[in-house]
């Protein structure tokens, strides 16, 4: 018998969450941003659910070569770019968009040798400080391109830092509409937060969006807002089953470091999933959890293989029962990854690439 943990993804899910982020700009094409082997939820596992966007974004060139291998003949953009001079011949070949963030690249595209002018995205660094020319040097930076003969098609981007909070996305916005003013080309700026909260900016309604974590099912203003807030999905389920119970008597402890000490008699559950399966260890007591999708909390320290859960709100739960460390139970109950990122002091996103790879796998 293997352990009894894994991972399910929902395919129902992610397409309804692409449909999501598509009526929030409805004007728009939609990237489906696939990097991180599609935020851990693996390339070919989400691809038939995600072919109805107009274009895959991802970072890696296997990735991009495992999305053709899929049989993919639209846009695929490499969000940044080639990583040396040789990845121009990949471009070629498989018909790659790439983005161009600074000079070594107009550089290697000015001595790659090929028939077939490529398509770049020149990305403007509007405020972020991570890729990107800054805004004195961008016009310079296009005209260079537009002599190249091995370029096509040149078209702008952007990434906002602040899309998710108080901030927002206007002094960027504001700073790409100047830089890139009449310059002829498709523009692409906004993420996730940036689709769902500013709808209505000029800046999202560009020729694309970028959503990668809300297809994922996980709000991308997390706690500000949920996935019920957002009509979001969760799209992939960490579940496992109880393989222990113990009886606790006021004053005992559980786990490593006795972090939790009972007040009162009560049952705790031992579940199937630790830190070796992606479970955060950061998380501690009163982090939420469902058993028989009943919603309780995590007790202890998460150890390698197993965590505790208090039963108390369960009375009928018992050895085998389920346990949905998040996503989606066999009830229906939902339990967001956004919940148990947070009690961990981190994002949906860190959860969801994290889960290892000896967790079992399923697609429904
Ligand atoms: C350049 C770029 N575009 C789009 C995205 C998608 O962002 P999100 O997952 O927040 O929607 C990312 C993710 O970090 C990114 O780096």
Known sequence: MPRPILATIHTEALRHNLARM??????????????????????ERVFEALRGADGFALLD??????????????????????????DLELCSRLDLWHVVHCEQQIDWLAAHKTQQPQRVFLKLNSGMNRLGFAPALFRAAW???NALPQVDEISFVTHFSDADAER????????FEEATRDLPGERSLANSAATLRHAQDPAVRADWIRPGIAVYGSAPDHPEHDIVHWDLQPTLTLASRLIGVQALQPGDTVGYGSRFVADAPMRIGVVACGYADGYPRH????????????????VGRVSMDMLAVDLSPVPQAGFGSEVTLWGRAGSGAVLPIDEVAQAAGTLGYELMCAVAPRVPVAVD
Not at 26 to 35: C, I, Q
Not at 67 to 85: Q, S, T
Not at 283 to 298: A, I, M, N, S, Y
Request: charged fraction near 25%.
């Open 22 to 43: 598509r009526l929030a700009a409805p004007d728009a094409r939609v990237w489906a941003v696939v990097k991180a082997n599609a935020y851990g939820h693996g390339i």
């Open 61 to 86: 060139l296997q990735e991009a070569e495992r999305v053709r291998a899929l049989g993919w003949r639209g846009p695929i953009l490499l969000l940044e770019g080639v990583f040396e001079p040789r």
């Open 143 to 145: 005209t260079r391109l």
């Open 168 to 175: 927002g996305i206007a002094h960027q916005a504001r700073i």
């Open 283 to 298: 998380c501690g007591t009163g982090t939420p959890v469902l058993v028989e999708g009943v919603r309780t909390r995590l």
